[in-house]
């Protein structure tokens, strides 16, 4: 379907201080000052130009794309491969470059009050898989180049969450410390036959596939019960389907990251900026239950059109407390002794 697309074009930031103001180069996508560089591939992986790089805050993709001379970069049989966040600039760029619209290839936006038909919405999934192999290249640079790792090696916990169509969490699995706790062992662990019915079929990704045979065994699923992209066999290319496949349901996949987005925006405690200061992981594991059924019952008041009242939204308050007719612990001052504690137990 994009045989046409000769070149991918996507913007990277890097974490970057120097002596501007660092709320100037403030990049929503690292939560931290940085720098934003246009990147140009080819269909092969390899890199033929690059911007100059320029503060986050004020440089958006499609700005960058106005400003670099894209005209005298590319021959005019070139497409390029863009996501949604150059498409309102595309107008001026073709006129200023003498450049037409059959040079560029980007998703179709949504009208305002319309949704998209059925083919649209294909077309967009597609196209966001196919393009998302650009992601290797900057994968690549990170991996190879520490100086370009954007990602702090840190203490962390994983946790394994089931969202249904609608995107509202159906359960979510014990955490569990990240090294050694891959998601292909943690499913293996969470008894999933026992949570799902036996005609459901749960999409994961590359990451569980090496441990679906044994899941299937344990708990009497069958291969139907699940959706995984296929797997390229050594030395062998995929076919053009299988890749359209894979392109298609990365893009229908990735839809579920909104859900982890949702989380981050909403509740400060999960935007992973700070660490989690917990005393157990059964602790970070109940809030984090907690915070997700919050955003469930505020979904499901939109879906369902409930009149909303004030106290409602009391949670998203900041320094909510949640109110309660008793005292449950004693207050610091008081001397904890053990009939105290049998009096709190007990009231």
């Known amino acids: 379907m994009f045989k046409h697309v000769t070149l991918y074009l996507d913007g990277h930031d890097s974490r970057a201080t120097y002596g501007e103001d660092k709320a100037a ?3 929503y996508k690292l939560k931290k000052s940085g720098l934003r560089t246009q990147v140009a591939i080819d269909a092969n992986g390899m890199v033929l130009f690059v911007s100059k790089s320029a503060s986050c805050r004020d440089n958006n993709d499609g700005k960058m794309l106005q400003e670099m001379g894209i005209g005298k970069k590319m021959d005019s049989m070139d497409c390029i491969a863009l996501d949604g966040g150059y498409t309102q600039y595309i107008g001026d760029i073709v006129e200023k470059e003498k450049l037409d619209e059959r040079n560029f290839c980007f998703p179709i936006r949504k009208k305002r009050l319309q949704q998209l038909h059925e083919e649209e919405s294909n077309f967009n999934a ?14 690549d640079l990170m991996k190879t180049f520490a100086k370009f790792n954007n ?10 969450v089931a969202i249904d169509a609608n995107g509202m969490v159906l359960f ?6 990240c090294r050694d706790n891959n998601d292909g062992k943690m499913l293996q662990e969470m008894g999933i036959g026992k949570k799902i019915n036996n005609m459901d079929c749960i999409a994961l990704d590359g990451g569980y596939t090496q441990y679906i045979g044994d899941i299937m065994e344990k708990e009497k699923l069958d291969e139907r019960n699940f959706c995984f992209p296929i797997r390229k066999k050594r030395l062998q ?10 392109a298609m349901f990365g893009g229908f996949r990735s839809t579920s990251e909104a859900v982890f987005g949702d989380l981050m ?5 999960f935007n992973n900026k700070e660490i989690v ?8 594991n109940l809030t984090l239950r907690l915070c997700l059924l919050l955003l469930n019952v505020r979904n499901f008041v939109k879906a369902v059109d409930i009149e909303e009242q004030p106290h409602h939204r009391g949670w998203m308050e900041e320094g909510v407390d949640y109110p309660r007719e008793r005292q449950l612990v004693p207050e610091l001052t008081q001397t904890v002794t053990v009939q105290n504690k049998l009096e709190f137990k007990w009231s």
Not at 172 to 177: E, I, N, R, T, Y
Not at 277 to 284: A, N, Q, Y
Request: proline fraction near 0%; glycine fraction near 8%.
């Open 277 to 284: 200061r917990v005393g157990s992981k059964k602790e970070f």
């Open 151 to 160: 990602k702090e090696i840190k203490s962390g916990l994983r946790t394994q």
């Open 265 to 269: 925006k909403t509740f400060a405690k």
């Open 172 to 177: 979510v699995s014990k955490s569990a410390s």
């Open 237 to 246: 290319q995929l076919h053009e389907e299988e890749s359209n496949f894979n």
């Open 25 to 27: 180069m403030y990049s």
């Open 126 to 139: 597609m196209f966001g898989g196919f393009r998302s192999t650009s992601e290797a290249v900057f994968g």
